[in-house]
């Protein structure tokens, strides 16, 4: 078989590849955004990847695009993931541990404890079978849009437990590292608990203000800004999705949206009479606690580093955020993120870029110098 695999930074600077963490055949059912994007890394680093989905189609366009190569009847693959809707996903994976009982069983379903009933009420033997989730995706889903580095930098939890081979727990764990991901240990519970507050009720809060905008003037909508569209940006996910895995996970999502009703319902009787005594408290107080737990979210690479930024006036032209990102590389400026803005009607934008504090002064001072136009910084 000739390997068509893209060369590596390593082989491109002539230096020998580095052997995959994932030995063997890795089998992947499902072939969607997941499942796909898994296949993408893996055969990257050389990795057979076997792809199976019950959508003709779909397979088909995923091996297209290079995730993988369909199945054989010879195929004994070391590791089987499972990529299928939440609904399925407990069928498939008995399914596939009946059908290579040498192979450990891992899925990348964003529920863990209702497939993991399920197989235990069946009697399915699951010793070979470990849970796990890669905290990633995008609110696109399908083969056309997977992407090989999705889960760079990302968590990926791992649920074992004390019947599970160490050897397994390391080959679903290599899986992880080898996608540049960050395995993390946790039970089910613990981590359905964990999505529903972060994940799951964050996707219903962007529903629901985004569904707002269905009515709203027009004029209103033209008024919007980076602000509301950061926070509706995942109101773009597939609903057909989203009620399985809120069917899935119901439990813990409902918890958290009573806690946070009652939140609201605290703020607008404050704002019915803003005037009353302990009224501007209490609102003050809601945007306060929202600073404090914004602060407690882990920043680049799960550091809890926390950086200033500085606003930059970017024209509308070709090139031009590139000799932005070229005068702050010269700067000795390190862009730890960056966020874009369109200003709406005029022919430039708004770049915010991410930096430690130590070197806002420095970018300041050196882009003013340059000509660039500073809108503002974090301590305006």
């Known amino acids: 078989m000739t390997d068509t695999r893209p060369p590596s930074a390593r082989e491109r600077a002539g230096e020998p590849a580095l052997a995959p963490r994932v030995q063997g055949t890795v089998r992947i059912v499902g072939a969607g955004l997941l499942g796909a994007s898994i296949g993408h890394a ?8 076997v792809l199976d989905d019950t959508s003709p189609s779909q397979l088909r366009l995923a091996v297209d695009y290079g995730a993988g190569r369909h199945a054989a009847d010879a195929d004994d693959p070391s590791l089987v993931v499972v990529a299928v809707p939440p609904d399925v996903t407990a069928d498939v994976i008995a399914r596939e541990l009946a059908r290579f009982p040498r192979a450990v069983v891992t899925d990348v379903a964003s529920v863990k404890l209702e497939p993991l009933r399920a197989l235990r009420e069946r009697g399915v033997d699951l010793t070979h079978y470990i849970g796990s989730h890669p905290l990633a995706g995008r609110e696109r889903g399908g083969a056309i849009s997977a992407r090989a580095d999705i889960f760079v930098g990302r968590p990926w939890v791992v649920c074992r437990d004390e019947e599970t081979p160490s050897a397994d727990l390391a080959l679903v764990e290599a899986l992880a590292l080898e996608l540049g991901a960050t395995p993390i240990e946790m039970t089910p519970e613990d981590h359905d608990r964990g999505v529903a507050l972060v994940s799951h009720v964050p996707q219903l809060v962007a529903s629901l203000l985004a569904g707002r905008f269905v009515d709203a003037p027009d004029g209103s ?8 569209r950061d926070t509706t940006r995942i109101a773009a996910s597939a609903p057909e999705l989203w009620v399985q895995i809120l069917g899935a996970n119901a439990e813990p ?5 009573d806690l ?12 019915r009479a803003p005037d009353a005594p302990g009224s501007r408290r209490a609102v003050a107080d809601t945007i306060r606690r929202g600073n404090d737990g914004v602060e407690r979210l882990p920043g680049k690479h799960g550091q809890n580093r926390r950086f200033e930024q500085v606003v930059v006036m970017v024209d509308d032209t070709p090139g031009q955020l590139g000799r932005l990102f070229g005068e702050l590389g010269d700067l000795d400026v390190n862009v730890e993120d960056l966020r874009l803005e369109h200003s709406p009607g005029a022919q430039f934008g708004l770049a915010e870029i991410s930096v430690v504090p130590s070197a806002v002064r420095r970018a300041i001072d050196g882009l003013e110098s340059r000509g660039w136009k500073i809108a503002s910084t974090t301590n305006d």
């Open 42 to 49: 893996l055969t990257a680093r050389g990795v057979d990847v």
């Open 253 to 257: 999502v409902v918890d958290v949206l």
């Open 221 to 228: 909508l033209r008024l919007a800004g980076q602000g509301v």
């Open 260 to 271: 946070l009703a009652a939140d609201l319902t605290a703020v607008a009787d404050a704002l």
